[in-house]
């Protein structure tokens, strides 16, 4: 049975490269990480917050189930396997996939809201917090939600002004300076990428 040594909170607004640092990372660290996405405890929509407009919020922290990420996310670091669904994104065909989550050395856990669930913050070692210039930030997220989740430019939009924004604000950005390292993600990672390797390797070698 693995056990997990060293865990890393990687947060930050949406579309500032949290999925690209991951992909960096393991490939730094070659089996030897495994990620634990908050993404994947999303609420079903019939759960979900509505705001005035009768759209759903999906920006909030009640959006996520944070009971049963509680469960598996001690689990994992315990050093026991998981079975853990994977959330479509407006996607119907990625419903009912599910992920087998084996514990490794480093357990990364991103999301929106590492910072912001109490639970969460005793079990990570080391926060990561990602910053990007705003208009990066929204070209990305039309990208993303526009070719891989299906929604219409109008939807993003409608969702970055009136609850991406004000939830960052609210949930993400007053954690930042708590964060043990800032990263910036403009065109690419600034030096302090190299500084969250060394982290690691010191912890895990």
């Not at 469960?71 to 990625?94: V, W």
């Not at 964060?179 to 982290?199: K, R």
Request: no cysteine.
């Amino acid at each position: 049975m693995n056990k997990t040594k060293f865990v890393v909170g990687i947060t930050g607004g949406s579309g500032v490269g949290k999925t690209t640092l991951i992909r960096q990372l393991y490939n730094e660290f070659p089996n030897r990480v495994t990620t634990f996405s908050l993404d994947n405890y999303y609420k079903p929509k019939e759960k979900q917050v509505k705001d005035n407009n009768g759209v759903i919020n999906f920006d909030l922290p009640t959006a996520l189930d944070a009971i049963a990420m509680e469960k598996d996310i001690r689990q994992l670091a315990l050093g026991t396997e998981i079975q853990q669904k994977i959330y479509g994104f407006n996607n119907p065909s990625h419903e009912e996939n599910f992920q087998t989550l084996e514990p490794k050395e480093v357990l990364l856990v991103e999301g929106l809201f590492v910072m912001h669930y109490p639970f969460l913050r005793p079990l990570i070692n080391y926060t990561v917090y990602l910053k990007v210039d705003e208009e990066l930030q929204l070209e990305r997220r039309l990208k993303r939600d526009v070719e891989e989740r299906n929604y219409s430019k109008q939807d993003v939009m409608y969702q970055w002004e009136n609850h991406v924004i004000p939830s960052y604000a609210n949930y993400v950005r007053p954690y930042r300076e708590e964060a043990n390292l800032i990263i910036t993600n403009n065109a690419n990672f600034d030096d302090n990428i190299h500084t969250l390797m060394e982290v690691i390797h010191q912890n895990i070698d």
